[in-house]
């Protein structure tokens, strides 16, 4: 289901929304980059545990963008371009490909389908991937995890191979998966785990069984958004409120030292029991901090110093009030501020190793039998055909 070009989306459009068809950006996308606010839930569980056959139940019913590094990986290989055939060499051998070309792969079709929300089935299948995506991509916003038994696991692929056509559903490609998973793709569930994120469902039963539980976490998960909407609409409520009362205080006190009180901790306050702080920044009644980048001036551009004396005159100084990065923020005007939703989390944190992934994203790969990874020389015309075009 894609997203470019759909009118359909939601402002404040949840991560998980039933009978909604997947979302697109809500916010200006610029090219080349994922739009602000892009979220991810990882879909993870051993080769075979059903990560795929949830997928699309999942898809069906929330909508929201399904990626697959292993359809990604394996459209690749179906592209016969050199890059492919490396691909398929590692995949058969079980083996992971190195991150750069599936993250590359991954964000390339992020990006292009316009989306804003997604499934990722499949990644990150080692520490390594898992970090990088963070680094580069966007943290996700929880980890399913499908839970199977290995012997289970086999059966289903064997079976799955008689009609695949898939070239490592075979009892001995199948072995060496199991080892990779278990020794790479483990930790990440350890990793995320200790980070509160995983979601475990056993995926034993049959598939109907199974969406129960799944559809139970991402209930779950839509309701814990609307308790966060709730939460950061009522912040930013107190924040506005704050800040006019604010500003209508120092501009009925021009000249005149407002009367003081002191506080515990020894800063003053004003008369409305706003404390000021020895920087001269206003803390909101919401208790939030503040820092500089989200500095903002009040209507009349007066400022409540450390001695409470006279406020400077509007052409002088600034008031800030701030917020803290991780709560929706506001954004100053005139006076009484307009409101803008922050994205839940930062995007590209890495430049240099989002560069990197990019020009993974450009150029083949040369692997080595141990599967390290070196960058091969490309014929000057075949730099665009190392990716496929983004969906
Ligand atoms: N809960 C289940 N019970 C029985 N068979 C299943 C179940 N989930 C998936 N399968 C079957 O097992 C095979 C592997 O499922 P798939 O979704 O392709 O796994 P994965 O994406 O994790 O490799 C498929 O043939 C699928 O039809
Ligand atoms: N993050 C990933 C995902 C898949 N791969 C490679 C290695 C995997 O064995 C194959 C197939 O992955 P896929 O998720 O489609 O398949 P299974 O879960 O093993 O059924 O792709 C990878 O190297 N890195």
């Known amino acids: 289901m894609g997203c470019k070009g759909s009118k359909s989306a939601g402002v404040n459009a949840p991560f998980v929304a039933e009978a909604q068809p997947a979302q697109p950006a809500t916010a200006p996308q610029k090219k080349g980059e994922l739009p602000p606010g892009t979220e991810v839930l990882f879909v993870l569980g051993g080769p075979g545990s059903g990560k795929g056959t949830q997928c699309d139940r999942i898809v069906a019913k929330y909508g929201l963008k399904h990626l ?110 199991f080892k990779t998973f278990q020794e790479q793709s483990i930790p990440v569930v350890d990793y995320y785990e200790e980070r509160g994120k995983v979601k475990k469902i056993s995926a034993v039963p049959p598939p109907e069984e199974v969406f129960l539980e799944v559809q139970q976490v991402l209930e779950g998960l839509q309701a814990q958004q609307a308790g966060e909407a709730a939460g950061a609409a009522q912040a930013i409520a107190a924040e506005n409120q704050t800040q006019a009362v604010g500003a209508m205080q120092v501009d009925a006190a021009p000249d005149t030292v407002p009367s003081t009180r002191t506080t515990d901790s020894g800063k003053r306050t004003t008369d409305s029991g706003k404390r000021t702080t020895d920087s001269g920044k206003q803390t909101t009644d919401t208790g939030k901090r503040t820092t500089d980048s989200d500095k903002r001036t009040t209507e009349s551009g007066k400022r409540i110093t450390e001695s409470g004396a006279a406020a ?80």
Do not use: Y
Not at 138 to 152: G, I, K, Q, S, Y
Not at 359 to 384: F, I, L, N, W, Y
């Open 68 to 177: 697959s590094a292993g359809d990604l990986l394996r459209d690749e290989v179906k592209s016969k371009s050199a890059l492919g055939l490396e691909l398929e060499s590692i995949m058969k051998e079980g083996k992971l490909v190195p991150q750069e070309t599936t993250i590359a792969l991954l964000r390339k079709a992020m990006i292009g389908s316009g989306c804003q929300r997604f499934l990722v089935d499949g990644f990150p299948r080692a520490l390594d991937q898992a970090k990088t995506f963070e680094r580069t991509v966007c943290l996700p916003r929880l980890v399913l995890f499908f839970d199977c038994p290995l012997e289970t696991m086999e059966e289903r692929l064997l079976s799955r191979g008689k009609t695949s056509g898939r070239s490592d559903d075979n009892a001995e490609t199948i072995k060496k998966r």
């Open 312 to 391: 400077l005159p509007a052409d002088d100084a600034t008031a800030t009030t701030t917020a803290t990065a991780a709560s929706p923020a506001a954004e100053g005007t005139e006076g009484i501020r307009e409101v803008k939703q922050r994205p839940s989390f930062v995007g590209i944190e890495d430049e240099v190793l989002a560069a990197k992934i990019e020009e993974a994203s450009q150029a083949p790969t040369k692997m080595s039998a141990d599967g390290s990874r070196s960058v091969v020389e490309m014929p000057a015309d075949a730099s665009s055909a190392a990716l496929p075009a983004a969906a």
